[in-house]
């Protein structure tokens, strides 16, 4: 890319920004005239016997949810007489509905192309805030999310009225100061926190700041009396000892590892571990899970599109190990207890703080090994851009067979 074309990106992005703050500062208006939301912060902090009803908003991915498990079951320890609202993206409800952790669960997102998602998601956001978690009159609204708020949670807090609203600041990092400018000013208590950290442990961090003292870090899922025997009888035909879930799937091209190469990690797995193999992913992993399977044939069961979440979870907890990409499948299996092997597009030398770093996102209390491209740009943080994530082609067969080796020294049939 040219100088000239760097220029123009970044005043296009800078005109971005600056229409979002514009669309805020009409939003913080709106509420006022409504005469309802606080303009000040609050600076006072309310005993624990004071919070009565409290919002949760949760509404990014499957490993985001995953990874706030310890949050949600903190909060209750916290607030065990609460009223306790979680709002999550609708692909995520599977998952979140038998949590016993919240009192009630309401969906909130839509899939919308970039391009258009700021023009309709104020709207979306105001009237699930103001229409429909107005009338519950919430104590606090809660934001764990110290990445960008592209689902305009943020409004939905503030346009449900809550007495305070918590979240991060827009300014952890440049970006999000970009993209969220002027959502500071509709939360009453910001935290800054620019420290890397695992999201588990920053999740925990929030309810310590609540005022909390959380007693446990471990993620958790909770599946049906269905999804257990769902999954039993999807396995009812595996004749061999050991079981190896594939993820060959991820939501963007960048994050996958080649589909040529499961094929040959896979038939190694078949030679010489003597595993059968479970392919799992959404809809969209379809494809890539039939040309795994029909590689392979025999002892391969492609459950790509053909599992909720949890069903997905009671699947993975019956595998000894989980292969593939940084996808919410890796989550699900981490915290079903499998051993991981993760193929991460992400440089060994990237910034800590970035969302797509294992620092952050990477298996949680598990045995596990990471793979990640060499270093493929220089140590200043600010020259790191989305291009250095296009490496995962670095990872070869090999890698993945050596760290396989590692989790499992004894648990081979000797065929190399």
């Known amino acids: 890319m040219d100088?000239?074309?760097?220029?123009?990106?970044?005043?296009?992005?800078?005109?971005?920004?600056?229409?979002?703050?514009?669309?805020?500062?009409?939003?913080?208006?709106?509420?006022?005239?409504?005469?309802?939301?606080?303009?000040?912060?609050?600076?006072?902090?309310?005993?624990?016997?004071?919070?009565?009803?409290?919002?949760?908003?949760?509404?990014?991915?499957?490993?985001?949810?995953?990874?706030?498990?310890?949050?949600?079951?903190?909060?209750?320890?916290?607030?065990?007489?609460?009223?306790?609202?979680?709002?999550?993206?609708?692909?995520i409800y599977n998952l979140a509905e038998l949590c016993p952790y919240i009192d009630e669960i309401l969906t909130y997102g839509q899939s919308l192309p970039n391009y258009i998602s700021p023009f309709i998601l104020p709207w979306y956001s105001f009237k699930l805030g103001f229409y429909n978690l107005r009338h519950k009159k919430f104590d606090i609204a809660l934001l764990p999310r110290l990445d960008m708020d592209t689902n305009y949670s943020t409004y939905v807090a503030y346009f449900s009225f809550s007495k305070r609203r918590?979240?991060?600041?827009?300014?952890?990092?440049?970006?999000?100061?970009?993209?969220?400018?002027?959502?500071?000013?509709?939360?009453?208590?910001?935290?800054?926190?620019?420290?890397?950290?695992?999201?588990?442990?920053?999740?925990?961090?929030?309810?310590?700041?609540?005022?909390?003292?959380?007693?446990?870090?471990?993620?958790?899922?909770?599946?049906s009396p269905e999804d257990d025997p769902f999954a039993d009888q999807m396995l009812a035909h595996i004749s061999t000892e050991m079981l190896i879930a594939f993820c060959p799937g991820a939501g963007k091209k960048e994050k996958q590892w080649p589909h040529d190469r499961f094929v040959e990690l896979g038939q190694w797995l078949k030679n010489v571990y003597d595993a059968s193999l479970i392919i799992v992913g959404g809809v969209n992993d379809k494809p890539v899970g039939k040309y795994i399977k029909d590689a392979l044939d025999t002892n391969v069961i492609n459950l790509t599109g053909r599992t909720t979440l949890r069903q997905t979870a009671a699947l993975l907890k019956r595998c000894h190990l989980y292969v593939g990409n940084d996808t919410g499948s890796m989550h699900l299996a981490a915290a079903m207890g499998v051993p991981i092997v993760e193929i991460s597009c992400f440089p060994v030398n990237g910034p800590n703080w970035n969302w797509n770093s294992p620092y952050r996102f990477g298996p949680w209390k598990v045995p596990h090994k990471i793979l990640q491209p060499k270093k493929c740009f220089s140590d200043i943080p600010d020259e790191f851009t989305e291009k250095h994530l296009n490496h995962i082609r670095e990872i070869s067969v090999e890698q993945v067979q050596d760290a396989i080796r590692e989790l499992f020294p004894n648990y081979y049939n000797g065929m190399e």
């Open 3 to 91: 100088l000239h074309n760097i220029v123009m990106k970044k005043k296009s992005f800078l005109h971005y920004s600056n229409f979002i703050l514009l669309q805020t500062q009409v939003a913080l208006i709106l509420g006022r005239i409504l005469n309802l939301i606080p303009t000040k912060i609050i600076k006072q902090k309310q005993n624990e016997e004071e919070i009565k009803k409290v919002l949760v908003l949760k509404t990014d991915g499957i490993g985001d949810f995953v990874l706030a498990t310890p949050f949600l079951r903190e909060l209750r320890e916290m607030l065990p007489k609460a009223q306790i609202t979680l709002v999550v993206n609708p692909t």
């Open 166 to 223: 918590v979240g991060y600041t827009e300014k952890v990092y440049v970006r999000k100061q970009l993209v969220n400018k002027g959502f500071d000013l509709m939360l009453t208590d910001l935290i800054f926190d620019d420290i890397p950290k695992h999201e588990v442990e920053r999740n925990l961090e929030f309810i310590r700041l609540l005022g909390g003292n959380p007693s446990s870090d471990i993620t958790e899922l909770w599946v």
